[in-house]
Structures are given as structure tokens and as C-alpha cells.
């Protein structure tokens, strides 16, 4: 059995029989509307996009409410293309892992054209001027992480890459958002059609930082002489470009080998992982949870895409960012962070596994029940309560979720400010609340101190996962670190914070055994 179009051909008797849901719409036809009326653009080829975007768009597909499919183009890793998409005619397996312990095994074909965004490579580049200057096309949507849209470093200064690019003008562009706005520029010159660019990344107001990025190359180009002043009306006009805030939530963990094995029991040949050049795992199957969010501010010029007939909510820019800090500030996103920091301190692999050990459990629902609640504002759409709940009785626990503290403690001083530097200012903010009632943040805060150094609760080294400040952060002293409000969203020592998050590190640093310890003491000390 092969996952290709002719595999599927072929073997559909043989997939059937071991329970695949596959296409039942003509793939052939569906590439042949899209090609000549794209109407969903995304970029970011990774898992998410797999699991969830593409989900949506196949299901849409199956009922018949949509005859054009995806366009995907990835400008990070072209090897997620090369190795992935185009050998296996960008079909994917798509395994959700229930609570229950059930699976359902299902092939993706809506997304019936990969890219990359290569300038170099003119006839992929054409292809996506294409794509963009045809008048069909209501949605570019992103999941390119919170990195993709930083065009200026700490300082404010723009980073060398994205200068470059405003010095250049859109003809020649080489940066990833770069590209992306040139490619915009196009559409504006050839007929300005309306479009909305929509992130979809696991980040605060995730549509102002789009917008900051694309505007930062649109007014210099237009400073500059490279675009004229009609561009930048364009671009800030609602009505013709628009960027709508989003909330997503849905656990898609790097590719697992118990997940390979099965696949390759059933039958199915050239399913190996890739572990590319730049660190991405991908395979071509993709391992998911079977809860998913997304909720999109409804603001699309073109018209938009059915998506709320496949559990997708519309709604107002508040609705979207009380969820949005219901769920990152509250119920998912600090609790992941706390098992990531504490589980690789403790020598843990899965989070599954976490939830089993009393003190991190306790310490995710006080976290999420005690100290975040007091701070949520209901966005009516979803629970905050019962969206807590299912984080805690259902996706965190769910032994066949392979996730791991390792992976989600990527990029944690990216995290943190929105994670936990909000909560805090909640806090500070409420005249019947005080940062002195808070145990476990502080807690959380001097764990990721002590996870800076390096050293497990054993005494043993262990890598620390990626991270764009981690070679700044590893080198200063805890206080120092502690001062950097753009890692913590506020100055810790304007009360007492600060000082109780060093004292609880220093703690911390008693010996081998000591974090475990006083992971145990705070925890019980929260729960009085």
C-alpha cells in the first residue's frame, strides 16, 4: 500500500478494510478548481496545518460545501515539501488519538498544492503570484510561530535580513515575511482585490502582529520610493486587507514511533520520519488529539470560507481575545509550560506520564483552577471551567498523546509574557487581588530559572530545547534574567514578585532531590 493517489487507487479496497477514511470527492477535479479559483492560501506546512486546516477543508469537501481545496507553501524548512508533500501527492494520514483509547485513521487530500516560497525558484514564485493576483482568493492564513513575525530585535532596531528587504523593494525580497508581503504587493498591482491575511499561530492578538509585520515592509518600501502611496492604503484599509485576531488550540505532537508502527502494520511502505536539516519532524502521517478550537474575529473583505459548518466560530475581536487569554493566560498554555519546565527538571518524556505524578497534577489545576481563574473574564462562546476541565481530565492525561515536556519547552522565554506575565498584571490590576496570593506562578517562574541551568534534580546535564534568547539568558544571573521585562511582561520587583521567585530558586539549588522537594512543599502549601 502506497499514500499516493495512485495508492489509493489501487489498494482502496485494502485501506478499507483496515479502516481508513479516505477522499470520496475527485481530487483530480478539486486541484482543477483550485488551480484556476484559489480561495484558501496557508503558510506553514508543519502538523497543525496537517491536523487541523486541512481537516477542516477536507470535511468541508466531503459535504460538498466547497469545490476549490488548499494551497499550501512553506518558507521556512523546503524540505517539509520536497520529502513530504510532493512524494506522496500532498495526501497525509491524519491519526487522532481519543482519550478512550480508540483511533480513527483518515487520509487528507484537500491540500492538492504545495509550494515553497523560493524566489529563486521562478516557476514555484510564479505559481504563487498566480495564486495571489486571481480575484477568487478570500484567505492566506499562517502558522509560521510567533518567531515569523518578528521583524525587529529587542532593541527596536530592524533585524538585517528584513533592511535589506526595505532597501531592496518587493522584487527582491529574500526574508520569510518579506517574500509574503511582496507577494501582496502583487495583488495590489494587479487589481487590488480585497483579501484577509489571517494568523492562526498560538499567540497573543496574533492578528496586530501580522499586521505589524507586513506594515513595517509597506511603509518603508513606500518611504523609499520602491512602492507607491496607494499600496499603503490599501494595505491599512479593513475593506481591502484585513487581519482578524484567531484562537487555536489543538495538540499535534512530532510524528511517534508507537503511531509508525501501527501505520506500517496495517500495510502502508515510505512512512519514515525526516528529521530535516533544520531540525523540523515531519513524516507523512501526522498524530493528533481529537479536541480542536479556532475562533476567527469576522472580518473577511473577499467573503469568507464555510468553516463554521466544521466547528469553526465567528465572531467580534473581543470574543476572540477573551478566549484567546481564557486559553493561553488560563487553561491550556501555562499549564503546558509549568509540566514543560518541571517535567524536563524531573527527567520526564511525556506529558501523559506527568499527570500521573501527584504533585505536578495538583500543580496544574491549582494553577489553572486557584490562581488563573480569579483573573478570566468569561468570553461566552466557551467555558472557561468547562475548557479547564477537559485540559485537565481529558488532553493533558490522554495516555496515547505522545507530547512531550521537551518539546513544549521550546521557545519559553517567547511564552512566558503572555502565559504568565498577564495573569500577573490581572493581579496587580484588581483592587481585591495581590501578587502576595500567588504561590505556584512564582514557583513556575523559579523552576524556569533553575531548567536555564541546564541540570536535572539527578545532577545530570540535559539539553535544553530551542530557544532564541537561550545563549543571552544561560550566560546572566537569575536576577538579571528576572529583569527582563520582555521575557516577563512586567517589573517583577515593583512588589514583592521578584524577590519570592529568587528566594524560591535559591531553593531550588539546595542539591540533588531539592527541586522535587520544594515542588512538593509550594504545591501542598497552595492547596491549604
Known amino acids: 500500500m502506497f499514500l499516493t493517489d495512485e495508492g489509493l487507487k489501487t489498494y482502496r479496497k485494502e485501506y478499507e478494510e483496515k479502516e481508513y477514511l479516505l477522499p470520496k470527492y475527485d481530487r483530480d477535479v478539486i486541484k482543477t478548481n483550485t488551480d484556476k479559483n484559489p480561495e484558501w492560501i496557508h503558510f506553514g506546512a508543519g502538523n497543525i496545518f496537517r491536523a487541523f486546516q486541512g481537516n477542516l477543508m477536507d470535511r468541508l469537501l466531503e459535504s460538498g460545501r466547497m469545490d476549490t481545496g488548499l494551497v499550501v507553501c512553506e518558507g521556512f524548512d523546503y524540505e517539509i515539501v520536497e520529502k513530504m508533500y510532493k512524494p506522496h501527492d500532498n495526501l497525509s494520514v491524519l491519526v487522532t488519538l481519543r ?4 483511533i480513527e485513521k483518515k487520509v487528507i487530500g484537500s491540500i492538492v498544492t504545495s509550494l515553497v516560497l523560493d524566489r529563486n525558484d521562478k516557476a514555484e514564485f510564479e505559481k504563487l503570484e498566480a495564486v495571489f493576483a486571481n480575484k477568487s482568493l478570500k484567505m492566506c492564513s499562517f502558522t509560521i510561530t510567533e518567531k515569523g513575525y518578528v521583524v525587529k530585535n529587542p532593541a527596536g532596531e530592524l533585524l538585517p535580513a528584513v533592511k535589506a528587504d526595505i532597501e531592496a523593494g518587493p522584487a527582491d525580497t529574500t526574508s520569510y515575511m518579506g517574500k509574503i508581503v511582496s507577494l501582496l504587493h502583487h495583488r495590489y498591482k494587479t487589481g487590488a482585490s480585497p483579501i484577509a491575511f489571517v494568523s492562526m499561530d498560538n499567540c497573543s492578538h496574533n492578528g496586530d502582529k501580522l499586521y505589524d509585520a507586513v506594515n513595517t515592509y509597506v511603509e518603508g518600501w513606500v518611504k523609499n520610493g520602491k512602492a507607491d502611496a496607494g499600496f499603503a492604503d490599501y494595505v491599512i484599509d479593513p475593506k481591502k486587507v484585513s487581519f482578524p485576531w484567531s484562537m487555536i488550540d ?5 510524528p511517534d514511533e508507537t503511531v509508525y508502527e501501527n501505520l506500517k502494520k496495517d500495510g502502508i511502505e515510505d512512512l519514515e520520519q525526516v528529521i530535516t536539516e533544520k531540525k523540523t519532524y515531519v513524516a507523512p502521517f501526522v498524530n493528533a488529539e481529537e479536541t480542536e478550537y479556532l475562533v476567527i474575529e469576522d ?4 467573503g469568507k470560507l464555510p468553516l463554521n459548518e466544521v466547528g469553526v466560530i465567528y465572531t467580534d475581536r ?4 477573551k478566549v484567546e487569554k481564557m486559553k493561553v493566560c488560563t487553561c491550556l498554555n501555562p499549564l503546558h509550560t509549568a509540566l514543560a519546565i518541571f517535567g524536563c527538571l524531573l527527567g520526564y518524556k ?10 505536578l497534577s495538583n500543580l496544574v489545576y491549582l494553577l489553572g483552577h486557584k490562581e488563573g481563574m480569579k483573573v478570566v473574564v468569561n468570553p461566552g462562546v466557551l467555558s472557561p471551567q468547562e475548557f479547564l476541565n477537559a485540559v485537565l481530565t481529558k488532553r493533558l492525561p490522554n495516555p496515547f498523546m505522545p507530547d512531550t515536556p521537551q518539546r513544549i519547552a521550546c521557545d519559553t522565554s517567547q511564552k512566558i509574557p503572555i502565559r504568565f506575565g498577564e495573569t500577573i498584571k490581572g493581579y496587580r490590576k484588581s483592587p ?12 513556575v517562574l523559579a523552576g524556569y530559572l533553575r531548567y536555564l541551568k541546564g541540570i536535572d534534580d539527578n545532577g545530570e546535564k540535559f539539553e535544553l530545547s530551542p530557544d532564541p534568547m537561550l545563549d543571552e539568558l544561560t550566560k546572566m544571573n537569575p536576577e538579571d534574567v528576572l529583569k527582563k521585562q520582555e521575557i516577563f511582561a512586567n517589573d517583577l520587583f515593583a512588589d514583592n514578585l521578584g524577590k519570592r521567585t529568587l528566594e524560591i530558586f535559591e531553593e531550588l539549588n539546595v542539591g540533588n532531590g531539592s527541586v522535587r522537594e520544594v515542588l512538593h512543599k509550594y504545591v501542598h502549601e497552595a492547596m491549604a
Not at 99 to 102: E, F, I, K, R
Not at 432 to 443: A, K, Y
Open 318 to 321: 473581543e470574543i476572540v481575545d
Open 99 to 102: 482519550a478512550n483509547g480508540t
Open 250 to 254: 489543538k495538540i499535534t505532537p512530532r
Open 350 to 359: 511525556t506529558i501523559h506520564d506527568e499527570m500521573d505524578d501527584k504533585d
Open 432 to 443: 481585591d487581588l495581590s501578587t502576595d496570593d500567588l504561590t505556584l506562578i512564582p514557583l
Open 299 to 302: 472580518s473577511f473583505p473577499n
